[in-house]
């Protein structure tokens, strides 16, 4: 009996005492307080993982992005005068170029692209330009993958704006010179 209550007394003792506080890591600070997230909000800079990045024609509608809503773009398509110029938002190295592997639904294409500044931003984009009357220009109306060496692969949906601007940017090129003449037919 006195060992069952030498017993008893020893749990209540243990469980009456405080257990030490846990050592705060190194360079953490000394009265850091975890706090709750609110339930259903994403945390700054991490996207929804149920949102999926789409095509988004601009105001001016000489160029569309794709991207997530509220995000910098991933890539972007602008019309300049009947030529479409293709931007991979994705650092780049001074001076470098390389070929933009697009693989879709609507063929196969090799874009050329150069690092290139961007006015008004830090460092280099890839960009590369194609004529809006060019046949591989389907490619980029479809679903297609494009990898760039260093900015890896990307996966770009089929959208109705990219589409539309395609048709505009071909209807806006400027028309074609007329054929050279031969020196031998102004002369008659």
């Known amino acids: 009996m006195k060992t069952v209550l030498v017993t008893a007394a020893a749990l209540t003792l ?28 994403a945390l700054p800079g991490i996207r929804d ?3 999926s990045p789409q095509w988004s024609l601009s105001d001016d509608q000489q160029s569309v992005r794709f991207g997530h809503p509220g995000e910098p773009p991933l890539e972007s398509i602008a019309c300049r005068q ?24 609507e063929g ?3 874009l050329p692209v150069d690092a290139t500044p961007v006015a008004g931003q830090r460092g280099y984009v890839w960009q590369g330009t194609l004529a809006a009357d060019d046949a591989r220009v389907k490619v980029l109306g479809g679903a297609y993958t494009g990898t760039l060496p260093g900015a890896g692969m990307i996966k770009v949906a089929a959208g109705n704006p990219v589409r539309d601007l395609i048709a505009r ?15 031998a037919q102004v002369a008659e």
Do not use: D, N, W, Y
Not at 15 to 40: D, H, N
Not at 94 to 105: D, E, I, K, R
Not at 169 to 183: D, E, F, G, L
């Open 108 to 110: 196969i294409m090799r």
């Open 14 to 41: 243990a469980a009456c005492s405080k257990t030490p506080a846990a050592q705060p890591r190194e360079g953490a600070p000394e009265s850091a307080v975890r706090l709750a997230m609110p339930e259903g909000e």
């Open 82 to 105: 009947g030529v479409l110029v293709v931007t991979r938002h994705a650092a780049a190295p001074v001076g470098a170029q390389a070929l933009f592997a697009l693989v879709g639904s």
């Open 49 to 51: 993982s149920a949102s």
């Open 169 to 183: 940017c071909r209807r806006s090129a400027p028309a074609t010179a007329p054929a050279p003449i031969a020196p």
